[in-house]
């Protein structure tokens, strides 16, 4: 896959050192280069990580470190949360072969979230997500070790790629591109701040939920960045006339 193609695999909040040096690994092994961590429980300069990536250090070399998700997924504009739990928030559920479509759009830029080893994903960083991928297994036993996951979505990355190579897949790409997360995030962050001057978040036990419900609606809508224009001229808009 064309390195300007292939996804951004995001490890946020990530525990065990040997898990970035195991995940590294992986990545190269199928072909995937580009990682990101964000706020790892451990220093980068950890010793146990080498030893684990195995000579995968130009992954480890060109990782980028973020002290948040929003920071990490600013330039990109579809984000996957990998997941095995059963969530509140509803998402759409993606399967490899339509995650694979996403990379035939040259203008698409793809990340692909993995939580913690202990807990995975909150539900806040799922809200920023447009869609979940769930890896089956074994229904009695379905926690993956992050490495493990990372290995099994890079695998089947591959895999795919090389099926559509040979059977000469010509894509058909959409007209619309969709609007990056960093004109999402300026959007909630306007949203939320005129939300919260007109007193909508009444029950303040509850803002985090119903900001997280609010920022899953418009992740859903596939939203351009012409969209995101009309919806902020919207705002300003109503702004201005609830002044008069």
């Known amino acids: 896959m064309n390195l300007s193609r292939?996804?951004?695999?995001?490890?946020?909040?990530?525990?065990?050192?040997?898990?970035?040096?195991?995940?590294?690994?992986?990545?190269?092994?199928?072909?995937?280069?580009?990682?990101?961590?964000?706020?790892?429980?451990?220093?980068?300069?950890?010793?146990?990580?080498?030893?684990?990536?195995?000579?995968?250090?130009?992954?480890?070399?060109?990782?980028?470190?973020?002290?948040?998700?929003?920071?990490?997924?600013?330039?990109?504009n579809i984000i996957i949360a990998t997941t095995n739990r059963t969530r509140s928030i509803k998402k759409k559920q993606i399967n490899f072969d339509k995650l694979c479509k996403l990379f035939d759009d040259k203008r698409n830029k793809v990340g692909i979230i993995f939580g913690p080893e202990k807990s995975g994903l909150n539900n806040d960083d799922i809200s920023m997500c447009d869609f979940l991928l769930k890896i089956e297994s074994n229904v009695k036993f379905s926690s993956l070790n992050l490495s493990h996951a990372v290995a099994i979505v890079s695998h089947e990355i591959m895999k795919n790629q090389k099926l559509r190579l040979k059977q000469n897949?010509?894509?058909?790409?959409?007209?619309?591109?969709?609007?990056?997360?960093?004109?999402?995030?300026?959007?909630?962050?306007?949203?939320?701040?005129?939300?919260e001057d007109s007193d909508f978040f009444l029950v303040k036990e509850r803002k985090n939920i119903m900001r997280q419900k609010i920022r899953n609606i418009f992740n859903k809508l596939e939203l351009t960045s012409n969209d995101i224009k009309t919806l902020l001229g919207i705002i300003k808009s109503l702004k201005k006339t609830s002044k008069k």
Do not use: C, H, W
């Open 169 to 195: 897949f010509i894509p058909v790409l959409k007209n619309n591109e969709q609007a990056s997360k960093s004109e999402l995030i300026n959007f909630f962050s306007l949203l939320e701040n005129n939300l």
């Open 6 to 76: 292939m996804p951004e695999f995001i490890l946020v909040n990530t525990q065990i050192p040997e898990n970035l040096g195991a995940s590294a690994r992986a990545m190269l092994n199928f072909g995937q280069k580009k990682m990101s961590i964000v706020a790892p429980k451990f220093d980068l300069a950890n010793e146990k990580i080498i030893p684990l990536a195995a000579g995968a250090d130009e992954i480890l070399q060109g990782l980028k470190v973020y002290s948040t998700l929003g920071e990490a997924i600013k330039k990109l």
